[in-house]
């Protein structure tokens, strides 16, 4: 059996069967798969919240408005949250088995309005972070969740897969050198389907997870060219104007 996504806080499932402690559900992402009944948490679809969005790498959430207090939850960013009240620069929200928490509100928010130099910049930050199968959180990406994740803290909607991400977006080049920072990089390894999607950083720069997240090139002349890379590349798309 292998993991096929990773659901995160307040991600809504779409439950189809149970089988003992299992339920197979779809996620947001239209992956579907089994999950134990202790991972969820079964609500009432007609209940009307608003969420907001965490912008801080890691936060932690305390049982009242003050960090002395009591640590309930923690969390990290690109997951959205209840917005239930507001009182001196903290909000309290509520999680999906009932328990309550504050958290700042500078922990809250996108990141910035999209621009390619921004994007990059933030992209940056997350250097490092491992490889996971199915990730799409700070606790490990894949490349297509790497890709995903960071468009998200910029208010920009994406597909999961590598090959949906290429079929939505809108082509820049054939020329493996050509782009701009925040365009992306597509590949395919058998020549069919589009597999792989990293960020053009600058001009024949890839900034992908693949292992982890880091920057190499696929310029024969860089000292961090990746020659499988180079072979497998298809074009650049990009999801800014």
């Not at 996504?5 to 089988?19: A, F, H, T, Y």
């Not at 894949?142 to 920009?156: A, P």
């Amino acid at each position: 059996m292998c993991i096929r996504d990773r659901v995160v806080l307040w991600e809504q499932l779409e439950i189809l069967e149970q089988i003992d402690d299992f339920f197979l559900v779809i996620t947001e992402d239209k992956y579907k798969g089994w999950i134990n009944l202790h991972q969820i948490v079964q609500m009432d679809s007609g209940i009307d919240l608003n969420f907001v969005l965490i912008s801080e790498r890691y936060v932690n959430f305390y049982a009242e408005p003050e960090i002395k207090s009591v640590i309930v939850r923690d969390g990290f960013c690109g997951i959205r949250i209840p917005f239930l009240s507001e009182k001196n620069g903290w909000i309290k929200t509520t999680f999906p088995d009932s328990v309550t928490g504050w958290v700042e509100t500078c922990n809250l928010g996108n990141v910035k309005k999209p621009d390619s130099l921004e994007i990059i910049n933030y992209a940056k930050t997350f250097i490092g972070i491992p490889y996971l199968w199915g990730g799409k959180t700070v606790k490990g990406f894949d490349c297509s969740g790497f890709v995903q994740f960071i468009h998200k803290m910029f208010s920009i909607n994406l597909r999961r897969d590598a090959w949906m991400q290429f079929e939505d977006s809108n082509f820049v080049s054939r020329n493996p050198c050509g782009g701009k920072p925040g365009d992306l990089f597509f590949f395919s390894e058998r020549g069919q389907k589009v597999t792989h999607v990293g960020f053009v950083m600058k001009p024949g720069i890839i900034l992908h997870c693949q292992g982890m997240v880091k920057i190499e090139s696929l310029n024969q002349k860089n000292q961090l060219f990746n020659e499988k890379l180079f072979k497998d590349f298809v074009e650049i798309r990009t999801f800014l104007n």
